[in-house]
């Protein structure tokens, strides 16, 4: 009994850590490749073998949630590009673009405005009570514009991403 037990805690060493560690690498690379950041934090929707990733972003006025539905993306069709402006103000600024194509909804967006208590905000939502109802919106087709300038790693972590989990699809032609 006692070499079974050792076996199978080296088995569970060997391949558990394993499973982990690429799962962790995975969930980092889906967050650099929708943000261009190592700070993002997606989370799995559902199982993660469907591919659908959440990431909210928080300003001192809304919360955005979007989703990617990684698995809906065509591979063949993603688009990275890398973009420099000359800007009189902020000097040179650099972005790159990544153009995601499906036959189903690749991206949504849900956002809602934050009401902080303030006389303003209430005023405000007396006014135009629209205004804080969540939007929800859907894309067959989106583009991501990433605050970085490392065009090479993005593609590097849609690469990693498309081979480590997602399967996306392809287009007819």
């Known amino acids: ?71 809906s993306v065509q591979t063949d069709r993603i688009n990275i590009q890398g973009w420099e402006s000359k800007n009189p103000v902020y000097g040179i600024e650099r972005w790159v673009t990544i153009e995601l194509h499906g036959d189903d909804v690749v991206f949504e967006e849900t956002s809602e405005s934050k009401d902080d208590g303030s006389d303003f905000m209430r005023a405000l939502h007396e006014a135009n009570p629209n205004l804080f109802k969540p939007s929800h919106k859907s894309y067959k087709e989106h583009e991501l514009r990433l605050t970085t300038n490392d065009s090479g790693r993005v593609k590097r972590a849609w690469e990693y991403i498309y081979s480590h989990g997602c399967v996306g699809t392809h287009s007819p032609f």
């Not at 591919?51 to 006025?61: D, G, L, P, S, W």
């Open 1 to 71: 009994m006692r070499i079974f037990n050792a076996c199978a805690l080296a088995w569970f060493l060997v391949f558990g850590v394993a499973a982990t560690a690429e799962t962790d690498v995975l969930m980092r690379a889906v967050g650099f490749a929708l943000t261009g950041t190592d700070d993002a934090e997606p989370k799995v929707i559902g199982n993660r073998g469907d591919c659908v990733f959440t990431i909210t972003r928080a300003t001192t006025t809304s919360v955005t949630t979007d989703v990617f539905h990684l698995n």
